[in-house]
């Protein structure tokens, strides 16, 4: 496959994967585990994840590596294993999906707060995403995803980390989960303004909460950046039936918002928590695939 610039230079829209870990979960992943465990314990199952979704018609799959940064492992089973695991996570990808379709290297924050309010200096973060970064590249990714973010520190500290150690493509993705604001209170317009002279490759948002609220965030996004805009949202807000996170969005409703935003300017698209294969697929038809 081209490489991404080669892509969106010819003005053509990617179809990303869907979610991790809810995927896995249905795959039998039990709950409390971090996914890039089965990374070490069950590797086919990792890479059979990235077939579903390419068979569904993704260009794209992202790296079970969302969690695996030092500070994230450092009080868990997998600790001091971060460059390992970041490695093999993207070995295993790009063994699944051959080069016919690109890899991108999965990077989620550290789940720290930034001091004064928790532990997280821009030492140990720079570091932390140079490690990690690093060790994607070595497996083989052809790009770099940072996805989730809600604190700019945070976030600026990630790309000067990931920058310091490679030259790959760069996507930065925030989660707006209080509708049309981060966590921390970012809205589009503050991340666009943020980011605009660090040569992004793509920049936007995944997980966060409704269709509705994403349309906002399209518009907004669409109206405050001229970096290529990436949008993965969740398959709506879940409700637990049982003990299980059930979502609301099936793939219809989902492949009828993602065309809308193609059309509006979208030109990286996928899903993130609750999107299945099938949401891709229905995705796929809808873009003509």
């Not at 990235?50 to 790296?63: E, I, N």
């Not at 089973?77 to 695991?85: D, V």
Request: include cysteine.
């Amino acid at each position: 496959m081209p490489s991404l610039a080669a892509l969106l230079a010819k003005d053509h829209v990617l179809l990303a994967d869907g979610a991790t870990g809810t995927n896995y979960q249905d795959m039998g992943l039990q709950r409390g585990v971090a996914p890039e465990q089965w990374v070490i314990d069950a590797p086919q199952l990792v890479g059979e994840l990235h077939r579903r979704f390419v068979d569904a018609g993704s260009d794209l799959v992202l790296t079970c590596s969302f969690g695996a940064s030092t500070p994230r492992l450092a009080k868990g089973p997998l600790a001091g294993r971060a460059s390992e695991l970041n490695r093999r996570a993207a070995e295993i990808a790009r063994e699944a999906v051959g080069d016919e379709h690109l890899v991108a290297g999965s990077m989620g924050p550290t789940g720290q707060l930034v001091e004064p309010f928790g532990p997280l200096t821009r030492e140990l973060c720079v570091a932390a995403y140079a490690e990690q970064a690093q060790a994607l590249a070595d497996g083989g990714v052809d790009l770099l995803v940072l996805e989730t973010f809600f604190a700019l520190d945070e976030a600026l500290w990630a790309i000067e980390g990931v920058r310091g150690v490679t030259d790959l493509p760069l996507i930065a993705s925030f989660s707006f989960d209080q509708g049309t604001r981060t966590m921390m209170g970012l809205s589009p317009t503050a991340v666009a303004a943020a980011t605009a002279p660090l040569g992004l490759a793509g920049l936007g948002a995944n997980c966060g909460r409704s269709l509705q609220d994403t349309d906002t965030l399209v518009t907004e996004f669409l109206g405050a950046s001229q970096t290529p805009l990436w949008i993965k949202p969740n398959a709506g807000v879940p409700t637990i039936v049982d003990g299980a996170a059930v979502y609301e969005v099936n793939p219809e409703m989902l492949a009828e918002h993602v065309l809308a935003y193609v059309a509006r300017g979208a030109r990286i698209v996928g899903g993130c928590c609750g999107t299945t294969p099938g949401h891709i697929a229905s995705v796929a038809r809808a873009l003509g695939r």
